[in-house]
C-alpha cells in the first residue's frame, strides 16, 4: 500500500528550520518559525508558568481522562480573556482543542456539518496552515485582497470591495491581530466595516486570533474581535497559547462558538464534541491546566500580563532599532517595518532574495518574504540590516 503513495511535499516552515539546524556556520540566524526568543536566543517559561507548574503538579491527583470539551474552567477562562464586556459572553460556548490548529480544524469540520457547500475567503496571503485546513475539511476556499505590495500595509478599500460579495453561504477569515504573514493589521474602522457586510450580506465571521498580546497589548488586540462579537447574532473563533503563554509544544487551544443565543452555542458545542471523539478524542490537559490557574489567580494574572508587555514592548523596539540600522546605511526602504505589529513583517523579498540571504549571509526566511521579528536577537540587527540591503539591491 505505501508504494502507491507520492513523496509528501515538505512543510516550507518546518523544513526551514531543520535546514537552519545543520547549517554550521556560527552567523546563522533563524527568522523563519514563529517563535518568540529573548536576548539570548532562547525561547522562556515565563514566570507565571513555572509557577503555575507548582501548584498543578501539587494539587492534581489523578492523570484520569478530562473529558471531551477538556479543561472546562480553561474554556471558561479563555471566553472570559477574549469576550470580556461583550453581550457575546452570555451566549457563547467553547471547547478546548490541541492549539488553534486543533480548533480551526473543528470548526471547519461544523461549517462543512451545517453547510456542505460553504465558501470560505481567506486573505491574500493568509497564514499557511489556513488553506489547507479548510479543503481537508471539505470547503472551498476563495480569496479576498488584503496586501499592498507597494505600499506593504493593508489595502482596506479592495478587502472591503471583495467581502462585499460574500453571502449567507459564506464564512470570512479574519486575523485577530498580528496578521500572519504580513504584520499589518486591519485598522478598527475596517473591524466596524465587516461587521456591517456580515449583518448585511449574512456571511459569518471566523476570527483565528493566535497572538493575543504580540502587537497593541492584551486589551487592545481584541477591541476588534469584540466589537464583531458585541454587534453579530453569530460567530467563531478559534484562539491560542502558545505565543501569549509560551507553550508551543503544550499545543493549547480553544474553539469559541457564539450563537444568537447560549442554546444555540451549546448546540453548535455539541456537534463539535462528536467531531473530536472521531478525531483525537480529547486535548492534552497539561496546558490548559497551567492556562486556566494563571487566570483564576490574581497574582499570577497580574506576573502573566507584566511578563507579556514586556515581551509585547521588547518586540515593539525590535521593529524600531531594525528600522534604524537600515536607515543608518543610507535607507528608508524598510521603513514599514516599524509600523507593523506582532510576530512577523513581509519584507518585500523574492524567493531568490530569499535564497541569497540563507545562502550569502546564513540567514533563513520563509520563501515568501516573511521575517519573524521575535527570532532577532540584539546582537543581530546590523548584520540583519546589512544583509537587506545587500539582496535587495
Not at 502587537?215 to 447574532?233: K, P, V, Y
Request: glycine residues 8%.
Amino acid at each position: 500500500m505505501f508504494k502507491q503513495l507520492a513523496e509528501a511535499q515538505l512543510d516550507p516552515i518546518l523544513s526551514l528550520s531543520i535546514a537552519y539546524r545543520d547549517d554550521p556556520r556560527e552567523e546563522k540566524v533563524d527568522l523563519g518559525i514563529g517563535v518568540y526568543r529573548n536576548s539570548q536566543g532562547e525561547t522562556p517559561i515565563m514566570q507565571a508558568v513555572q509557577l503555575a507548574q507548582q501548584q498543578v503538579q501539587a494539587s492534581q491527583k489523578t492523570k484520569a481522562y478530562v473529558g471531551l470539551a477538556g479543561n472546562e474552567l480553561f474554556n471558561q477562562s479563555m471566553m472570559e480573556l477574549l469576550l470580556t464586556g461583550t453581550s457575546a459572553k452570555t451566549r457563547a460556548a467553547a471547547v478546548q482543542t490541541p492549539g488553534a490548529s486543533g480548533a480551526l480544524r473543528m470548526l471547519a469540520d461544523l461549517i462543512h456539518l451545517a453547510e456542505p457547500d460553504t465558501t470560505v475567503w481567506i486573505s491574500n496571503p493568509s497564514y499557511v496552515n489556513h488553506k489547507p485546513v479548510m479543503e481537508a475539511a471539505g470547503l472551498k476556499v476563495r480569496y479576498y485582497p488584503y496586501f499592498d505590495t507597494a505600499t506593504k500595509q493593508v489595502n482596506s478599500e479592495a478587502m472591503l470591495q471583495a467581502l462585499a460579495k460574500a453571502g449567507p453561504k459564506d464564512v470570512v477569515l479574519l486575523h485577530g491581530c498580528c496578521h500572519n504573514p504580513t504584520g499589518a493589521d486591519i485598522s478598527f474602522a475596517d473591524w466596524q466595516a465587516i461587521t456591517a457586510l456580515a449583518n448585511k450580506n449574512g456571511f459569518m465571521p471566523f476570527v483565528d486570533i493566535a497572538y493575543q498580546g504580540f502587537g497593541d497589548g492584551l486589551e487592545q488586540d481584541a477591541a476588534g474581535l469584540q466589537f464583531m462579537a458585541d454587534n453579530i447574532e453569530e460567530m467563531v473563533i478559534a484562539t491560542s497559547c502558545s505565543k501569549n503563554f509560551g507553550l508551543y509544544r503544550e499545543r493549547t487551544g480553544a474553539a469559541i462558538l457564539v450563537g444568537e443565543t447560549l442554546q444555540e452555542a451549546q448546540k453548535a458545542k455539541g456537534r463539535i464534541l462528536n467531531l473530536a471523539r472521531s478525531t483525537y478524542t480529547m486535548p492534552p490537559d497539561h496546558g490548559a491546566a497551567l492556562v486556566a490557574t494563571i487566570l483564576q489567580d490574581d497574582a499570577l494574572t497580574q506576573m502573566w500580563k507584566q511578563e507579556l508587555n514586556e515581551m509585547q514592548q521588547r518586540l515593539v523596539t525590535l521593529r524600531a532599532s531594525l528600522v534604524r540600522e537600515v536607515q543608518a546605511l543610507g535607507s528608508k526602504q524598510f521603513d514599514f517595518i516599524q509600523q507593523h505589529k506582532g510576530m512577523f513583517s513581509v519584507t518585500g523579498l523574492s524567493p531568490e532574495q530569499v535564497g541569497q540571504l540563507r545562502d550569502d549571509f546564513a540567514i533563513y526566511a520563509v520563501g515568501d518574504g516573511r521575517i519573524n521579528i521575535a527570532g532577532l536577537q540584539e546582537q543581530h540587527l546590523g548584520y540583519l540590516a546589512q544583509a537587506l540591503l545587500a539582496v535587495s539591491n
